[in-house]
T-cell receptor, first 115, second 112 residues
């Protein structure tokens, strides 16, 4: 049963520290999404990639967030420096081919707490 | 602007009772509509989706949803709820790209 994996599952850090979250999409999927979930804002799309190329990162604060896909099996989301308002659950999702009709498969999320 | 409204934040039902979760959308073009479920501590799982054709769509776990264009609604239903259905449910509308706009979610609690 293929799944999206995310590490770490939980991260507690202090304000100002760098945070890196990792995602392994389902093998063979060519589209990867990063979402953030908070009580106040709900689920927000931060960025997404197709075939490792960034297609849209308009939902991401550019000054401190960065997203990359070093290879087809790894996506990373970095926050530097982190702030308490970044506390949230960050989800990665992957899709087989992209496009609106494609199903997005979500990972279990990384719960980030910034003190 | 595109938006999705789930008017019920929290719903409680007894096991075996029927369920309807409401979803209204605002979107100028033909909508692509989705329902996802999130169990505690887990990611989201797709229950069903509507793109075109028959307005009543069947999904996994015994769920169905009906698209009503005149009411801009896509309500999720299940005839008999099981305790394992307790979770948070998200309605989403797809734009004509890969993007999904999610509603704020409805938390379902099931009493034995």
């Amino acid at each position: 049963d293929a799944r999206v994996t995310q590490t770490p599952r939980h991260k507690v850090t202090e304000m100002g520290q760098e945070v890196t979250m990792r995602c392994q999409p389902i093998l063979g999927h060519n589209t990867v999404f990063w979402y953030r979930q908070t009580m106040m804002q709900g689920l927000e799309l931060l960025a997404y990639f197709r075939n490792r190329a960034p297609l849209d990162d308009s939902g991401m604060p550019k000054d401190r967030f960065s997203a990359e896909m070093p290879d087809a099996t790894l996506a990373t989301l970095k926050i530097q420096p982190s702030e308490p308002r970044d506390s949230a659950v960050y989800f990665c999702a992957s899709g087989r081919q992209g496009g609106i009709t494609d199903t997005q498969y979500f990972g279990p999320g990384t719960r980030l707490t910034v003190l | 602007a595109q938006s999705v409204t789930q008017p019920d934040i929290h719903i409680t039902v007894s096991e075996g009772a029927s369920l309807e979760l409401r979803c209204n959308y605002s979107y100028g073009a033909t909508p692509y509509l989705f329902w996802y479920v999130q169990s505690p501590g887990q990611g989201l799982q797709l229950l069903l989706k509507y793109f075109s054709g028959d307005t009543l769509v069947q999904g996994i776990k015994g769920f169905e949803a009906e698209f009503k264009r005149s009411q801009s609604s896509f309500n999720l239903r299940k005839p008999s709820v099981h305790w394992s259905d307790a979770a948070e449910y998200f309605c989403a509308v797809g734009l004509n790209t890969d993007k999904l706009i999610f509603g704020t979610g409805t938390r379902l609690q099931v009493f034995p």
